[in-house]
């Protein structure tokens, strides 16, 4: 952990923060690397986030990992990133910080062996009580919301479930995030200004913050900017700022 001077309010931490951890690749070429060590480099800023997250009492972390987009770049650059979630889910990060696993995604794409790797940190972190940390590999909203969708539609067939009844609740049930709030707070690094099919049902109200600062330079310091950013913020939920005042006195 590093000192910054920036103070948060420790009342008004978000329980949920999404990261989309962008530029590792231009980070890597920038200093004439391969794309892949800007990877590799992103693994310590994922060390450093997971467990600041966790000691600031962050509940929820979801970090965007590898999209079903991701498929089609090229086959070296996927068997490296497969190669370090296979590291990354042996790290005693979860232990040490009482970090819970989970992954969302479609898992049953990727490689067997990241699969039982998933499966074994799972059920090793299970008992876990402080902060979640989720992995989305694989994954992509649109699949996400088709997958709800049809799981929707086969009870609506089956008799289970009338069409009149599906509601907002209906839908997040059968999201591969049911098991948790939506995000408050998403953050992206890299400089791009779009949110690349992630969490588009979720974030209908999150608060955005995007920052230029590639991901393996993101530090705790950039972490509490983007904090403070959103601690600056009203949050109205379509009421006017009035009414938010009035609820908050």
Request: contains cysteine.
């Amino acid at each position: 952990m590093i000192e910054t001077d920036i103070k948060l309010d420790k009342t008004h931490i978000p329980q949920h923060i999404a990261i989309i951890m962008d530029g590792n690749g231009r980070w890597a070429t920038d200093r004439g690397l391969d794309r892949t060590f800007g990877h590799k480099a992103g693994l310590d800023t994922v060390k450093t986030i997971t467990a600041e997250c966790a000691r600031l009492g962050v509940k929820y972390l979801t970090l965007y990992t590898f999209s079903t987009e991701n498929w089609n770049r090229p086959a070296y650059e996927i068997e490296a990133l497969m190669g370090l979630v296979l590291g990354f889910i042996e790290m005693e990060l979860f232990t040490d910080n009482n970090v819970k696993f989970r992954m969302i995604g479609d898992i049953e794409r990727l490689p067997q062996s990241v699969q039982d790797k998933i499966h074994y940190m799972e059920n090793l972190t299970i008992n876990n009580d402080g902060m979640t940390m989720v992995v989305a590999m694989s994954y992509s909203s649109k699949l996400e919301l088709v997958r709800a969708t049809r799981l929707i539609a086969e009870k609506v067939q089956a008799g289970e479930l009338a069409p009149a009844d599906i509601n907002d609740q209906t839908i997040n049930d059968h999201l591969w995030t049911n098991f948790m709030p939506d995000p408050e707070l998403l953050i992206r690094t890299g400089g791009e200004l779009r949110i690349s099919n992630y969490l588009l049902w979720q974030c209908a109200y999150s608060e955005f913050y995007f920052c230029d600062t590639y991901w393996p330079d993101f530090d705790e310091a950039c972490l509490h900017k983007a904090i403070a950013d959103y601690q600056r913020r009203q949050r109205r939920f379509g009421k006017t700022e009035a009414q938010v005042e009035e609820e908050e006195k």
